[in-house]
């Protein structure tokens, strides 16, 4: 885990795109972008520019053609 991650710190819509990266990896082993898209609620370009802040603050890594969770000091339960 990663000090300094402070989940209170993120917007909404990082939150709401987070939260879809946790579901979609535990379930499928990584999170496709446009499942990201449907599962958030949101729009491919707000999904875009969260994935960008969460994959820069660590929160989100790439993984082939999709996403996972980076190293984290919360827990998300699914």
Not at 42 to 58: A, C, Y
Request: charge should be negative; aromatic fraction near 8%.
């Amino acid at each position: 885990m990663i000090e300094g991650h402070d989940v209170q710190a993120l917007s909404d819509v990082d939150v709401y795109v987070y939260e879809a990266v946790a579901s979609l990896a535990v379930e499928h082993g990584m999170a496709a972008p446009a499942a990201l898209v449907r599962a958030s609620g949101l729009t491919e370009e707000q999904v875009r520019e969260s994935l960008k802040h969460l994959i820069e603050h660590g929160y989100v890594v790439p993984r082939q053609d999709g996403y996972a969770l980076g190293a984290h000091t919360f827990e998300v339960e699914y």
